[in-house]
C-alpha cells in the first residue's frame, strides 16, 4: 500500500482543467513543502513536472500548476492537451520511519 | 547534458545477489544526493534508497532495509546498489536518478532518470 494515496484515474476533455489529488499525513505532504509531480508515459522514464509544491522546473509548460492545503496536494492541469495523457504520480519527503522519500500510487490521466 | 545509465539488471533466482551499477556524466556528480526508485511490473513507482553527495548519509524503504545496500564512488561517477536475499517482489524496472537540489540531503525532487535497468527474480 502506498504512502500517499491518490484517485486510480482522473479524465477530461480536450482543452478542460483535470486536478488530481495526493493525499498523505501531517508527517508528510502536511508537514512540508517537499511535494513533487512526475509524469511518466508508457514506456519512458518519468519526467520531474513540479517541485516544492508549486514550482515548475525550465521547460515545463505553464499548464500545469501545483498547490497544497493540509495534507493534499493537488497537481492540476489546464487547457488538457492528448500528450498529457499519461500516468502522474506525486511525491513527498516524509518524517515516517527512517525512510526519506515516498511516493503516491499514481493516477492515469485520460484525454477524451 | 546530464545522463545516467543503470547496468547489472539480470534474471536470478530467489534468495540470490547482484549489484547495480549506474554511471553519470553532465554535472558535478559528488555535489548531488542520489536515488533509486524501482517500478514493478506494470505497477507504479516506489521509491528504494538514496545516499547524499559525499556518501555520509544513506536511508531505505522499509520494504529494502537490511537487504539492499547503497554506495557510490565520486571517483569514477557511479552509483551502485547492492541487492541481497532477492525476492520474487523485488522484480522491478529500477532506475537511478538525481536530486534537484545541492547542499542538503533530499527535497524529494528528482529532476533527472536513468531508463532504468531490468532485474527479474524467477
Known amino acids: 500500500q502506498s504512502a500517499l494515496t491518490q484517485p486510480a484515474s482522473v479524465s477530461g476533455s480536450l482543452g478542460q482543467s483535470i486536478t488530481i489529488s495526493c493525499t498523505g499525513t501531517s508527517s508528510d505532504v502536511g508537514g512540508y513543502n517537499f511535494v513533487s509531480w512526475y509524469q511518466q508515459h508508457p514506456g519512458i522514464a518519468p519526467k520531474l513536472m513540479i517541485y516544492d509544491v508549486s514550482n515548475r522546473p525550465s521547460g515545463v509548460s505553464y499548464r500545469f500548476s501545483g498547490s497544497k492545503f493540509g495534507n493534499t496536494a493537488s497537481l492540476t492541469i489546464s487547457g488538457l492537451q492528448a500528450e498529457d495523457e499519461a500516468e502522474y504520480y506525486c511525491?513527498?519527503?516524509?518524517?515516517?520511519?527512517?525512510?526519506?522519500?515516498?511516493f503516491g500510487g499514481g493516477t492515469k490521466v485520460t484525454v477524451l | 547534458e546530464v545522463q545516467l545509465v543503470e547496468s547489472g539488471g539480470v534474471v536470478v533466482q530467489p534468495g540470490g545477489s547482484l549489484r547495480l551499477s549506474c554511471g553519470a556524466s553532465g554535472f558535478t556528480f559528488g555535489d548531488y544526493t542520489m536515488h533509486w526508485v524501482r517500478q514493478g511490473p506494470g505497477k507504479g513507482l516506489e521509491w528504494v534508497s538514496l545516499i547524499s553527495g559525499d556518501g555520509r548519509s544513506t536511508y531505505y524503504a522499509d520494504s529494502v532495509k537490511g537487504r539492499f545496500a547503497i554506495s557510490r564512488d565520486n571517483s569514477k561517477n557511479s552509483l551502485y546498489l547492492q541487492i541481497n536475499s532477492l525476492r520474487f517482489e523485488d522484480s522491478a524496472l529500477y532506475y537511478c536518478a538525481k536530486d534537484l537540489v545541492r547542499g542538503i540531503v533530499s527535497t524529494a525532487s528528482l529532476d533527472h532518470w536513468g531508463q532504468g535497468t531490468l532485474v527479474t527474480v524467477s
Open positions: 511525491c513527498s519527503y516524509t518524517s515516517i520511519s527512517t525512510q526519506y522519500v515516498v
